[in-house]
C-alpha cells in the first residue's frame, strides 16, 4: 500500500510540510465561543487566486498549531474548506483539502463508532473522548471545482468527520455531556499559555516571524 495520499491519490513521495505552506502566512486561530465557529458556513462560489491563498494560509497554520486538520472557519472565514495532513490507523499519511465537504450518510453495515481521544486546535490543549465512526467517506470539490471523493479509516475517520463538522458550524465540545464539557474547558483554561508558547515557537523556529498575517 502506498505510504501517503494526496486529494485521495496515491504519490510515491511528498515533502514533511505539504508545499502550500511555503506560501503561506499564518493566521490567528478562533476560539471556542467565537461566533464564526458556532454557525453553518458559506458554500464556496468563487473559485480563484483568493481561495489558493487562503488554502495556502491554512496549510501553515496548521502545522504551526501542529494539528492533523484546519476548518476555514478557525482561520475565522466563514467558508465550508478544510485543510488536512494526517495519519490513518496504519500509519498511512493523508494530505490534502476539501472545498464544500458532505460526508456521506453511514450505510447499513460495518461501521463500528469509536470513543477515542479528540482534541481540536480552536480549544487548545484539551483532549476528550468523542465517539465517531470508523470509516467516513467525504464529498466536495477541490480550489479549482474539480469533484473530489476522500475515504478515511481510523484516525483519517475522525478527521474528516470533526473537520466537516467546523463547516456545519459545530465543534467537538456540543457532541460531549455538560459534565464533560467542562471537563474540557477546564483542561483548556490549565493548558492554553502552554499551548499558545508552543505554537509561537514553531514560529521562530520557521523563520515565519515575518509571515505572520495574525497571532498563532
Known amino acids: 500500500m502506498p505510504s501517503v495520499f494526496v486529494q485521495g491519490r496515491p504519490v510515491d513521495a511528498y515533502p514533511r510540510l505539504a508545499p502550500e505552506a511555503r506560501r503561506g502566512k499564518v493566521r490567528r486561530i478562533t476560539e471556542t465561543g467565537e461566533g464564526v465557529l458556532h ?20 496549510f501553515l497554520t496548521m502545522y504551526i498549531a501542529e494539528g492533523c486538520g484546519l476548518a476555514a472557519n478557525q482561520v475565522g472565514v466563514d467558508l465550508r474548506l478544510f485543510v488536512y495532513d494526517c495519519p490513518d490507523d496504519d500509519g498511512v499519511r493523508h494530505v490534502g483539502h476539501i472545498v464544500n465537504p458532505v460526508v456521506d450518510a453511514a450505510g447499513p453495515s460495518g461501521r463500528r463508532l469509536l470513543d477515542e481521544g479528540e482534541g481540536c486546535l480552536s480549544v487548545p490543549g484539551a483532549v476528550m473522548d468523542v465517539a465517531r465512526p470508523d470509516r467516513a467517506v467525504v464529498r466536495g470539490c477541490d480550489r479549482d471545482g474539480a469533484p473530489l471523493v476522500v475515504e478515511g479509516t481510523g484516525y483519517f475517520a475522525r478527521c474528516l468527520a470533526h473537520e466537516t463538522d467546523h463547516t456545519e458550524g459545530h465543534v467537538y465540545l456540543d457532541r460531549l455531556s455538560r459534565r464533560e464539557r467542562g471537563d474540557a474547558l477546564r483542561q483548556m483554561a490549565d493548558r492554553r499559555d502552554e499551548v499558545f508558547a508552543r505554537r509561537a515557537a514553531n514560529v521562530e523556529a520557521l523563520g515565519l516571524a515575518g509571515r505572520e498575517a495574525g497571532n498563532p
Open 39 to 58: 454557525r453553518p458556513c458559506r458554500d464556496v462560489t468563487e473559485f480563484g487566486p483568493d481561495l489558493a491563498a487562503l488554502i495556502d494560509d491554512m
